[in-house]
């Protein structure tokens, strides 16, 4: 399928904006009007820059409240028209987007709107051009493609089809089911953009909140699988109003788009699979195909980077907490810490890097276990993940790493591997960790990454394609000082959790527990681990009194389970499926922390509702007060 | 009345929070459940901090499903409040507030809810507690004040009354007048918040984007009318859900909440002045006085701080504007240009301040004419405004200035005194302005002003209630590289216009003309203007052409006249009431320009559709495209 971007999904000028679609791979792009408009090139030269970019001016757009009007303004309309079909010659384009009237001068004339199309593709059709009519969702009388469809037959000139956009189709109560009448030869045009669900006005939620397929809640597999049944063979055009989106860098928007639509695509290839072999459908399809997912089964390590100085912390935190130093690398300054299946790889950096204070912590890397590591970095790539060159020694494993959209590395491996993927052979062994006693912590139950607020759903996009987690709603939790997003994502079996966290608002004094970073450690008994741990010497997150006062009148629990979490600062949550236990230790460095975690039943959650005490908590303890 | 506040207003910790409402002179305080949870201090302390701040612990909220639920529930319920209940009682409070039930578990049954809740007044009057039922707007069965009335009178108990919430009556369509019928001594509270009218879920508007009363578009002088008309002696209590106030600094928002409580009493007092003095309503008020405000009848000058490199620049551009210099100031290094009635002061500051570049321009002051500056300024400092300690020579004016949200200092003055409180005597006079010749700028028509934007709805509050201005609907225009919002505001007569811009998202990269001021300049015939003032040498933003061929296609204009528009860089907007001619100076460092407008008949806009190419040709002009 030929891929297309709206130019008005991306920050810039019109010149930046094609710059960038050209760059992550478009095809074409749809030029929107005030683009143009601003810009300080003529269309022929727009023309000419985009012929040597490669891309195709699939469309001009929009053209706006032509239709079903008294004759006088038909006649100042097509006189506008006219100028601007010149303009769309000059561009080298053929295609103008005209959508549904909107002005309060329309009238409820379906016989006059289709005539007065019928005479507009009349003269579209002598300079060589096609008109897209389009329901917008908002339009004063044509609000959806079925409605919009019967004007088209009605008007009946070649030159005239319809422009399909998936948030005009999907933000409404009408069946995309209705695109079996519609022969594909009509279809001009599909305009792709998904939304999450809002109970908001839709012309505000269109032209604010529009985002990638796969980042909002559309079924856009099921309506791109409409489509093509009816043949239609144009391209895939992401045309997505978003206001992160106008203010990012716009290659970076651009390839976040294109990797939806690899993604959209890759799906749609799955799930016509049987059709495709029976020949019903998609004959003419040309679907990309991306190396099939593998499922990921779990973390294998999370590394963190260090300086000499929080090394010595890292690796206190990490003694008390009962984990043992079980290998040292052979080539870099790097060992690896390990209880019960959780590995903590503690990177030794050097404190000049940008933004670096003395003492610092931060999640660097992340590790997951495939059982396909080269087919799953294969996948990663051709999502378009920025691949991370490394070093390695002779006879080291060549971990393929990419980056995730905040910066964090992302290795795929498969560490019980015996034929020279697995990469504990890295390290020089220096201790075997005891199993023999109690259990302590038994691995890693989840991750949580603070993303820049401009990257939440890049990041979604990112680790649902990638990695091929599930994403939760996202909630918002409570900071003293503002608003945090929290999103969690998980695999298949739960084996593979993370959380992504944001500030909600960019402006002002951003809350700082929204840039921290953690490490969650499941244990199967909180209590004994806690009693452990505390013999060991760990300093948990002190958790105010009040906490356990309001647990105590919310949840009833027995007076010696309610003593014992007051005594571990263990906090509690419970809903249908079970309950969950889980303390915290205090900051190493400025921006990680980690947590200890025992689910009950089947919990499924992170215990969020104690997510603003934890903050608060973490402010009370940077501040000094006990 | 009593002021007070509800801590979920506030950022920050608990005790922050009871400081920046002591500080700003608030009487009380209501206490929101979280922010004492997740507070390092005990109840008791948390008595003894409040009463040191010589605050009173009005409410404590909210307690959630209580009513109208199954026996099993009731008891759990029952014993819930009765751990509240203690906790109220070492707080010091006499007051909880229990919002309607929005729980699965409840019931549609007003007599049971009646019962239940008579049971929990006669529990709470052991204490010494009252309790005031409130209906959410998504109460499952109640969400009007009139059901949470009926079921009030039903449960008929001394200690049980209503709260009232402005929210959750304005938000729906239900009529205030209802309150006729409630007797003031069962109005236990009344929480007061306004919002911007949205279509969008309630929940998520009540949540997010409540502001302060002035400050949305609900009719809060309405209803506080009908609810002291009831009698109700309790305090005005500020309940604030906003995302921005939850990141800005508490005693900032504080001051804003406050001058929104002064501001809206204020307007009360001047409603109820006739039946005041007829003894039908109010006898029982307390209502502040503040000063009257004095009609602002134009701007007396701008100020631009500028250094010497700048200095030069600026004018230079002034020159070419056509004005003269005027004044030089007896003691400082400021001098005053003018032309018509437009008076641009330039003041000298030294390059070191504070994120100053070298050859920077900032507008430091505007200053407005007022018949009464000193009454215009009594109000001003009434209303919080910051005043502006300045020195003045021997015999020079006392101008008062006080501070705008933003920094911007401000001026009352009147110019045409000849009693001593003038200023222009300040001035050595240099130039008398030449007016023989043909009219060219006559005045100011117009200052915009960028703000942060996390006081974009405190800036609007402070030049409504500080200077009497109107607020108009805020417009979002598009920059090449964000949105920006953008909101007009006038005096009576339109003598007076002002425009707010502020970046729509604080995060990323900020749209850099979003940070932008100007001053935009009345004449009464553009292009003759425009031609002097090339022959001049002005240098005027170059427009892209494109813009001219898009204008021709929607406007037909005629052909001589775009010719001339094109020529001088003039654009064009109309609409019912008249047109709009402007052209726009090239930068003055990097935060200023000029505007040079004509007004047509009624046009009452500012000509914001073109603002998208002003700025695309702004960003242009900054990257050095020709």
Known sequence: MRKSIATVTLSGTLEEKLTAAAQVGFDGVEIFESDLVNCASSPAQVRRRAEDLGLRIELYQPFRDFEAVPSAALARNLRRAERKFQLINDLGADLLLVCSNVSPAATDDDALAADQLHQLAEQAARHG??????????????????????????????????????????????????????????????????????????????????????????????????????????????????????????????????????????????????????????????????????????????????????????????????????????????????????????????????????????????????????RSAERAEALLAAPIPRTHGPGEADLTAVAAPDGTSVFFCRTDARDGTGWLGDFHPLTVPDDSGPRGITGIDHIALSQPSYSFDEATLFYQSVFGLRQRDSEEVADPYGLVR???????????????????????????????????????????????????????????????????????LDASLLEAMREHEVLYDRNEGGGFFHFYTVMLGRRVFFEVVQRLGDYDGYGAVNTPVRMAAQYLAMAGVT
């Not at 009448?181 to 809002?198: H, S, T, Y």
């Open 486 to 556: 929290s999103r969690a994502m998980a695999g298949t079996g739960n084996r593979l959790r993370l959380v992504l966290n944001v500030p909600l608002l960019g402006g002002g004094q951003l809350p700082e527990t929204a840039a921290l970073q953690h490490v969650a450690f499941a244990c199967p008994d909180i209590f004994a681990t806690a009693r452990r741990m505390r013999a060991r010497g760990l300093p948990t997150l002190p958790i105010p009194t009040n906490y356990y006062d309001d647990l105590a009148a919310r949840m009833e």
């Open 129 to 374: 051009i096609r008109i897209a009519y389009e329901a917008l969702a908002w339009g004063r009388y044509v609000s959806d493609y079925l409605h919009a469809w019967r004007i088209v037959q009605a008007a009946d000139h070649p030159n005239l089809g319809l422009c399909l956009d998936s948030f005009h189709i999907l933000s409404r109560p009408v069946d995309p089911g209705g695109l079996r009448g519609v022969p594909g030869e009509k279809v001009f045009f599909l305009q792709l953009a998904d939304a999450p669900r809002m109970h908001l006005d839709v012309l505000q939620w269109s032209r604010h909140y529009r985002c990638f397929p796969g980042q909002g809640g559309f079924d856009l597999t099921g309506l791109l699988e409409a489509v093509f049944a009816t043949g239609y063979q144009g391209p895939l055009s992401l045309e997505v109003f978003n206001d992160v989106f106008r203010q990012a860098d716009a290659e970076r928007t651009a390839t976040d788009g294109m990797r939806s639509l690899l993604t959209l695509e890759d799906s749609l290839r799955q799930r016509l699979e049987v059709p495709l072999r029976a020949g019903q459908h998609g004959r003419h399809l040309e679907l990309q195909e991306l190396p099939p997912p593998v499922e990921l089964t779990g973390f294998a390590f999370v590394e963190l980077a260090v300086d000499p100085l929080s090394e010595m912390a890292a690796e206190r935190l990490l003694e008390e907490l009962g984990f043992a130093r079980v290998g040292r690398h052979r080539s870099k300054p790097v060992q690896m810490w390990q209880q019960g299946d959780a590995r903590v790889l503690l990177n030794r950096t050097h404190p000049d890097a940008g933004g670096w204070h003395r003492g610092d912590v931060r999640a660097s890397a992340i590790a997951v276990e495939s059982p396909d590591p080269a």
